[in-house]
């Protein structure tokens, strides 16, 4: 293999982020393809036994077998790091994989993690009930109060989990005063930065140690694989998450990664797209004067307006909205739509919208349901690459349809 300047990662990272996109850990083979290849390969072969010795030392540099290691897939963590602006990463099967493999190589029974409760249903799964078959205890905060964190913490906290915006409620969490609290107390930061996008947030920056991603959604973003990411520092990934992952396997496929790698190269422009559209359509759902509840974090009336646009350059492409008539209307609603799609995916080219307390957190307790504000009225709607004007349309006939 040989290199180009996408794998020199001192050139690479004062490159502008489009650059990045594009190129970043990049190599060739022999062959000096233009376009990334895909390493469809399980194993690796040895020129001799006393390579293969020196491969699993260490002492020799090279793949060895793909749960380990593959070049699609390093092309695709290098490039992650590099637009991170973090020192390491490592893909996984997807989003979830992500998650849990952050979370469970770094606690022991015994310890404590403090998470907030505005969580996709299976990251709430994880910290909720998956950490305390294990014997690690897990208090769940409302992530927006700064000082509830502060009074969470106990002599064995060993971690802070949150996602922000937060799934679907899109709750914002002050990334920088959490992360101070988790530092003074040596706790380390664990942030699912799924909805903002590496385009949009840089949790690491506001003092995260560990992001993860659900690739599936923007990076992919065309509604083609599921893919995962988890990114910090090389020790981290050296001592605590790579002894976890390659003895258990999450592993993402080649294929997947090759696809991720065409999806970042596109990445900025359509979030871009996405945000400018989501803004548009949520200030038409508003005026409209139908919604009991229109949020988006772009928008003047969202309730931590100023903290979203401090930590974020745009507003996102995700709108929480809530009728009135419960869950009934809510259906109705999505019964009547033309162009959107009722799917519970995000991040995608396609606008799809979905009912939470039915689908993405049927799994979470009515009454923490409520408690996050995921009432039965609520639908989250992912806005996509489509002309907003057709978007606007179709939800006012949808409207007209289905809740005048
Ligand atoms: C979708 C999602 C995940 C899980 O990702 P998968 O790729 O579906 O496993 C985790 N966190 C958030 C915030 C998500 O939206």
Redesign the pocket.
């Known amino acids: 293999m040989k290199r180009t300047t996408g794998q020199d990662r001192k050139k690479t990272s004062q490159w502008r982020l489009q650059t990045q996109l594009v190129r970043g850990g990049t190599y060739r083979s022999e062959l000096g393809e233009t376009n990334e290849a895909m390493f469809m390969s399980s194993g690796f072969a040895y020129d001799c036994a006393e390579d293969a010795a020196a491969r699993f030392t260490g002492e020799q540099d090279g793949y060895t077998y793909s749960r380990l290691r593959n070049p699609t897939l390093a092309m695709f963590e290098d490039r992650m790091a590099l637009i991170e602006g973090a020192e390491a990463a490592r893909s996984t ?7 849990t493999a952050a979370m469970l190589s770094q606690v022991k029974a015994g310890d404590h993690v403090v998470s907030g409760r505005a ?2 249903g ?2 709430r799964y994880v910290v909720e009930t998956l950490l305390p078959r294990f014997g690690v205890e897990t208090t769940l905060i409302d992530a927006r109060d700064v000082t509830a964190w502060k009074e969470a913490v106990r002599p064995n906290t060993t971690a802070f989990f949150l ?1 922000t915006p ?2 679907p409620t899109l709750d914002v969490v002050d990334l920088q005063a959490v992360s101070d609290i988790a530092h003074e107390n040596d706790i380390t930061v664990v942030v ?1 930065n ?2 903002a996008t590496p385009y949009l947030q840089k949790p690491m920056e506001m003092g995260a140690d560990v992001v ?6 923007h990076i992919d973003g065309q509604g083609r694989c ?3 990411c988890v990114l910090s520092s090389e020790s981290f990934l050296e001592e605590t998450l790579l002894p976890f992952m390659r003895n258990t396997g999450p592993t993402l496929s080649p294929f997947n990664a090759w696809v991720l790698l065409k999806g970042l190269e596109t990445l900025d422009m359509r979030v871009e797209r996405m945000c400018n559209n989501a803004a548009r359509v949520a200030d038409a759902l508003a005026d409209l004067g139908v919604f009991t509840r229109v949020s988006y974090p772009g928008r003047k009336d969202f309730p931590q307006y100023d903290l979203a646009m401090k930590q974020m350059s745009m507003g996102g492409s995700v709108i929480a909205l809530e009728v009135d008539g419960g869950r009934e209307a809510a259906f109705r609603l999505l019964n009547a739509l033309d162009i959107i799609d009722i799917s519970n ?3 995608d080219a396609k606008s799809l919208m979905t009912h939470p307390a039915s689908t ?1 957190h049927q799994s979470v307790a009515p009454e923490a349901r409520l408690e996050l504000g995921i009432t039965e009225g609520m639908l989250r709607l992912s806005v996509g690459l489509e002309h907003p004007d057709d978007l606007i349309e179709d939800m006012i006939q949808a409207v007209e349809r289905a809740v005048k």
């Open positions: 099967a997807s989003g979830m994989a992500a998650v969580l996709f299976s990251c996602e937060a799934n699912d799924v909805f993860v991603y659900s690739a599936t959604k599921l893919g995962g995916n995000v991040g993405t």
